[in-house]
């Protein structure tokens, strides 16, 4: 139950940030901000992770790289999704890739998934059609978002293979590195690397750099080792619905029905791809 709730808790701080992101990137340049975001991570990192980054040796580092790359692309599609659509309809589009990740492997690794995962990729496609065309959601915005999430599945697939043969410290270090590299070459190039300044800036790149990139992958790490995959797939779950009521609570955000019905589908889409997330909630709903 320790390592539920630890990962329940990652998955809150991922979900608030899509608030403190969107009010930052309002006043500090888009990947200005990723760039230090990434270089506060990395510096977390630094002193436990960096004397063993040589036992990876090159195929160790350039699996980093790769997923580092990714992650840069992930991070930079959402965010930019972020500045056109909502803080809800962010959160809930990127909870596609928990549907996408499936996908990719089939087409990568030919790993079959079940019935339910080609259902629960239709509800999503339905429920983020709704979701595009209502109130201040905006259609492009929400692809880009989409493009993130199809960033983070990939990582997520090919971290699937990696993992179990480097060291996960040593491994999200160079990846860290990685992200931060290519963003900051594009916000170099972009003239865009300045000091950030004020603390609704401070405070997100603080967050988001410590708490929602380094720490958080470390939480991932440690958490696995205590508990079942179903329960992570539960925990990640939730990242949308915690998005969704801090968007709520934080940025007035206000979809309707159609909105939050578009939502309700895709989170019925998850379940139905992830039927041991769905089983290990209908199990904890049970419990006195």
């Known amino acids: 139950m320790t390592a539920l709730l ?14 403190q992101v969107k009010d930052a990137i309002e006043i500090y340049p888009l990947f200005a901000f990723l760039a230090v975001r990434f270089a506060i991570a990395s510096a977390t990192l630094a002193l436990p992770a960096g004397r063993r980054v040589r036992a990876l040796g090159r195929q ?40 996408l990740t499936p996908l990719l492997a089939l087409v990568l690794f030919r790993i079959r998934s079940g019935r339910g995962v080609w259902v629960g990729v239709a509800l999503t496609t339905a429920g983020l059609a709704m979701l595009s065309g209502v109130g201040d959601a905006s259609a492009a915005g929400n692809l880009l978002v989409l493009g993130g999430a ?67 992958f470390l939480v991932q790490a440690w ?23 801090f968007g709520y609570w934080l940025a007035e955000d206000r979809l ?12 019925a889409g998850i379940v139905l791809a992830e039927p041991a997330a769905g089983n290990a909630l209908r199990g904890l709903l049970k419990r006195p």
Do not use: H, K, N
Request: net charge positive; hydrophobic share 60%; glycine share 12%.
């Open 256 to 267: 309707g029905a159609a909105g939050w019905g578009g939502c309700a589908v895709i989170m």
């Open 150 to 216: 199809s960033a983070y599945s990939l990582q997520i697939v090919l971290l699937e293979r990696y993992a179990p043969r480097y060291d996960a410290l040593a491994l999200t270090f160079v990846e860290m590195l990685a992200a931060l590299a290519g963003l900051g070459a594009v916000a170099l190039a972009r003239g865009e690397l300045s000091t950030p300044r004020g603390w609704t800036v401070w405070g997100a790149l603080l967050v988001t750099g410590v708490f929602a990139s380094a720490l958080a």
């Open 60 to 99: 160790g580092i350039g699996a980093g790289l790769v997923l580092g790359s990714l992650l840069a692309l992930g991070y930079a599609l959402q965010t930019a999704g972020l500045e056109r659509t909502t803080v809800s309809a962010t959160g809930f589009v990127t909870g596609m890739y928990v549907v």
């Open 223 to 245: 958490a696995q080792r205590r508990t079942s995959a179903t329960r992570t797939a539960l925990a990640f779950a939730m990242e949308p619905v915690f998005a969704a009521l």
């Open 6 to 19: 630890a990962l329940l808790l990652v998955t809150a701080v991922w979900g608030v940030t899509f608030v």
